[in-house]
């Protein structure tokens, strides 16, 4: 089998007009960011972005994320963290552990 040839990783075969995401739904609207077509499902209308893109931006901005931060979780850029050894935390939770707000 060719290697671009058929689904694999990072392929999708859905049928024209499906979510990209569920591929069950109908598509309904594009991503502004990435130009995935998707249902109303997988789409967050507050945001204007697919939830994909949403759950892979930073949760202060909006732009691309590099980590996950290392005490909360949340997806973080390199603008609105910080290296703490090999891992990266994010502003509020520095600025919580600062007031001595987190543990060790």
Same mark, same amino acid.
């Given at each position: 089998?060719?290697?671009?040839?058929?689904?694999?990783?990072?392929?999708?075969?859905?049928?024209s007009?499906?979510?990209?995401?569920?591929?069950?739904n109908?598509?309904v609207?594009? /991503?502004s960011? =990435? %130009?995935?077509?998707?249902?109303? #499902?997988d789409?967050?209308? @507050?945001r204007? !972005? *697919?939830?994909?893109?949403r759950?892979t931006? /930073?949760?202060? =901005? %909006?732009?691309?994320?590099?980590? #996950?931060?290392?005490?909360? @979780?949340?997806p !973080? *850029?390199?603008?609105?963290?910080?290296?703490v050894?090999?891992?990266?935390?994010?502003?509020?939770?520095?600025?919580?552990?600062?007031? @001595?707000a987190?543990?060790?």
């Amino acid at each position: 089998m060719n290697l671009n040839e058929g689904p694999g990783p990072g392929r999708h075969d859905f049928a024209s007009g499906s979510c990209e995401i569920c591929g069950e739904n109908e598509a309904v609207i594009t /991503c502004s960011r =990435c %130009g995935r077509r998707v249902c109303g #499902l997988d789409f967050d209308w @507050g945001r204007g !972005v *697919c939830l994909a893109c949403r759950d892979t931006s /930073c949760y202060i =901005c %909006g732009d691309y994320s590099i980590a #996950l931060c290392a005490l909360c @979780g949340r997806p !973080v *850029c390199r603008r609105h963290s910080s290296r703490v050894g090999l891992k990266r935390v994010c502003e509020d939770c520095l600025s919580k552990s600062r007031l @001595g707000a987190l543990g060790p």
